[in-house]
C-alpha cells in the first residue's frame, strides 16, 4: 500500500499503526501540504518513520498547494510544526528522489492490477494530480481508503464540510468522479473513534517510543479538544481521524459501510467541500463505499496491540 497525508497529529497515529503492521507491505510514503506546509509534513514524515524504525519505507514530498485554491493550515489542531508537543529535530534518513506523483504512478502501474491499496490522509491533491498525469490509475489502484468528508455529523472546518475535502475540494471532486474505487471514513466515522482517558492511558502503559509517541500526539489534541472544540462530559475524547483507514485495511469488521455515489461542491464558497453522500444507488455498481459505524473501543485495541509489537 501508500499512504499519502499531511502529518499532523493523527496521521503520524495513522503511521505508526502501519508501520507497525508488516502484512500491509507499505511501499512509499507521500506527503502534501494540509495541517502544516509540505517542508513540515514531509519532515514530520521522516520523524515518525525513524521514531518507528521504518527508514527502509521512502517518503516522498508532494503537492505544497491545492489544484487551485490557497493552501489552507490546520496549526491549531496540530501544533505549529504539526507534530503536538513533539520537538521536530530534522531526522538523519532524507526523503526519497521523485515526486509523491511519480512515486504514486510508478508503484501502482508496476505492480499487478488492484493489488496497492491507497490511504488519503489530508487534502487529495497529489492523488487528482496522478489520476491527470496517469488517467488508468483509476482502474490500476486497489482501494482508495479516505479520511474525508462529513454527512450526518456536519462540518469541522465550516459548517457544511470537512478540513481534508474543503482544503482542496477541486482535487476531490476530480477524485470522486474519477471511477477510483473508494472507502472513505467521514466525521461520521471518525466521531465515534474518540481518545478517552483510559485508550490513551493503555498506549502510555505499552512502554516504547511507537506507543509514547501516539499517546503524545493524542494527549495534544485531548487538549486542544478542551480548549477549542469543547468537552461536553467527563469521559469525552478528541475524534482519531486518520488511522481508521489503516484500521479497515487491518481489520475492516471494525465498521459498517454503506454503497454510495459521493459528490463534491466545490462552486460554492458557502458549502465549498460539501461532501453530497447519495445512498440510493445500485449497490452493485456503486464504487464508493461510506462508514456509518465505527468500533471505536476495537480500533484504539488494534493501535494498541499493534504498537506493542512495534520495531522501536
Ligand atoms: O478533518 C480531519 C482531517 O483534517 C485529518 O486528516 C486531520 O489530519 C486534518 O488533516
Ligand atoms: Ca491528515
Known amino acids: 500500500m ?3 497525508c499531511d502529518p499532523g497529529v493523527d496521521d503520524a497515529v495513522g503511521l505508526l499503526l502501519a508501520f507497525a503492521s508488516p502484512e500491509l507491505d507499505l511501499k512509499a510514503v507521500t506527503t502534501v501540504g494540509g495541517n502544516v ?3 513540515k509534513t514531509t519532515r514530520n514524515a521522516r520523524i515518525i518513520r525513524h521514531v518507528a524504525g521504518r527508514d527502509d519505507v521512502p517518503v516522498h514530498a508532494g503537492a505544497a498547494r491545492p489544484l487551485k485554491r490557497e ?3 490546520a496549526g491549531e489542531f496540530h501544533g505549529a510544526e504539526g507534530l503536538g ?3 521536530a529535530v530534522e531526522p538523519d534518513a532524507p526523503a526519497a528522489e521523485g515526486s509523491a506523483v511519480e512515486a504514486i504512478v510508478r508503484i501502482v502501474m508496476e505492480a499487478e492490477p488492484t493489488s496497492v491499496a491507497l490511504a488519503v490522509m489530508g487534502p487529495m491533491t497529489n492523488l487528482a494530480l496522478a489520476l491527470r498525469a496517469e488517467p488508468r490509475l483509476a482502474e490500476r489502484l486497489g482501494p482508495v481508503v479516505v479520511m474525508g468528508g462529513a454527512r450526518s455529523e456536519g462540518g469541522n472546518i465550516t459548517p457544511s464540510a470537512e478540513f481534508n475535502i474543503w482544503a482542496d475540494p477541486d482535487a476531490a471532486a476530480e477524485v ?3 471511477g477510483c474505487e473508494m472507502v472513505v471514513f467521514g466525521l461520521d466515522a471518525t466521531h465515534q473513534v474518540r481518545g478517552t482517558e483510559d485508550r490513551i ?7 516504547n517510543a511507537s506507543a509514547a509517541i501516539a499517546a503524545s500526539m493524542l494527549r495534544f489534541s485531548q487538549r486542544i479538544e478542551r480548549e477549542i472544540v469543547g468537552w461536553p462530559t467527563p469521559d469525552w475524547g478528541a475524534p482519531l481521524h486518520d488511522p481508521c483507514t489503516v484500521a479497515w485495511l487491518l481489520k475492516p469488521g471494525l465498521f459498517r459501510l454503506k454503497p454510495c455515489r459521493i459528490e463534491v461542491e466545490a462552486d460554492s464558497d458557502l458549502t465549498r467541500g460539501h461532501t453530497a453522500v447519495e445512498f440510493r444507488v445500485d449497490p452493485a455498481s456503486a464504487r464508493h463505499l461510506w462508514a456509518v459505524e465505527a468500533d471505536g473501543q476495537g480500533v484504539f485495541d488494534l493501535i494498541t496491540e ?3 509489537g512495534a520495531a522501536r
Open 201 to 207: 492511558a493503555a498506549l502510555e502503559a505499552v512502554g
Open 176 to 178: 470522486f468522479a474519477s
Open 85 to 87: 508537543d513533539l520537538e
Open 306 to 308: 499493534r504498537l506493542r
Open 2 to 4: 501508500i499512504i499519502d
Open 37 to 39: 506546509p509540505v517542508e
Open 71 to 73: 493552501p489552507a493550515g
